[in-house]
């Protein structure tokens, strides 16, 4: 876990996960491991990760199990990253619907939800390779064998968003067969037939 931790921070500088810290990271990978509809992929060379790709087909319940596990955890490195990190403040306000997420698993609102409201069933939510390794073909191939898991399960679509400054994983979406879902002001959405 340290390791995927570690790759992320080190392929996603500055995003509002990365802001949040160490710990934070920790926690919420660890709610991929091992779960039923839920998928981690880590790709190694010699034996070393050098990328990794998490989703599920349960996004709803994902992020539920994750914000009435660890409530009061989030909440106390949230308040400390606010503190600590001013990416966080400028960012806090385009995540108001994890926060009302939280809040509401906290509090047993609400019921689970789908992947998508859209056209997917699983989603994508994070991929990363180490940026040591990036252009070495190590995403094509952790992506091929993400998408055979996922397709062995019987899911038919799945869908991931980008953000729209992060150019080079727009270009590697739309080279590897991925289909433009909708565009939001800050993001691209993609999904993927299978």
């Given at each position: 876990?340290?390791?995927?931790?570690?790759?992320?921070?080190?392929a996603?500088?500055?995003?509002?996960?990365?802001?949040?810290?160490?710990?934070?990271?920790?926690?919420?990978?660890?709610?991929?491991?091992?779960?039923?509809?839920?998928?981690?992929?880590?790709?190694?060379?010699?034996?070393?990760?050098?990328?990794?790709?998490?989703?599920?087909?349960?996004?709803?319940?994902?992020?539920?199990?994750l914000?009435?596990?660890?409530?009061?955890?989030?909440?106390?490195?949230?308040?400390?990253?606010?503190?600590?990190?001013?990416?966080v403040?400028?960012?806090?306000?385009?995540?108001?619907?994890?926060?009302?997420?939280?809040?509401?698993?906290?509090?047993?609102?609400?019921?689970?939800?789908?992947?998508?409201?859209?056209?997917?069933?699983?989603?994508?939510?994070?991929?990363?390779?180490?940026?040591?390794?990036?252009?070495?073909?190590?995403?094509?191939?952790?992506?091929?064998?993400?998408?055979?898991?996922?397709?062995?399960?019987?899911?038919?679509?799945?869908?991931?968003?980008?953000?729209?400054?992060?150019?080079?994983?727009?270009?590697?979406?739309?080279?590897?067969?991925?289909?433009?879902?909708?565009?939001?002001?800050?993001?691209?959405?993609?999904?993927?037939?299978?």
């Open positions: 876990m340290d390791k995927v931790v570690q790759i992320h921070i080190r996603f500088k500055g995003y509002f996960l990365t802001l949040l810290g160490g710990k934070f990271l920790q926690i919420y990978y660890s709610h991929f491991i091992h779960k039923k509809r839920r998928y981690a992929v880590v790709a190694t060379i010699d034996g070393e990760p050098v990328g990794f790709i998490a989703g599920t087909s349960e996004t709803g319940d994902f992020y539920k199990e914000y009435k596990k660890n409530f009061f955890v989030l909440f106390k490195l949230l308040v400390f990253a606010f503190i600590r990190e001013p990416g403040r400028t960012k806090i306000l385009s995540k108001y619907k994890h926060i009302w997420r939280a809040l509401k698993s906290k509090l047993g609102l609400g019921r689970s939800s789908p992947a998508s409201s859209g056209t997917v069933n699983c989603r994508l939510l994070s991929i990363a390779v180490d940026p040591a390794f990036q252009g070495k073909h190590v995403a094509p191939v952790m992506q091929k064998y993400f998408l055979e898991c996922l397709k062995n399960d019987g899911i038919e679509k799945v869908g991931l968003s980008v953000l729209k400054e992060n150019e080079r994983a727009i270009q590697f979406y739309k080279k590897t067969g991925w289909k433009v879902e909708r565009e939001e002001p800050n993001s691209i959405s993609f999904f993927r037939d299978l």
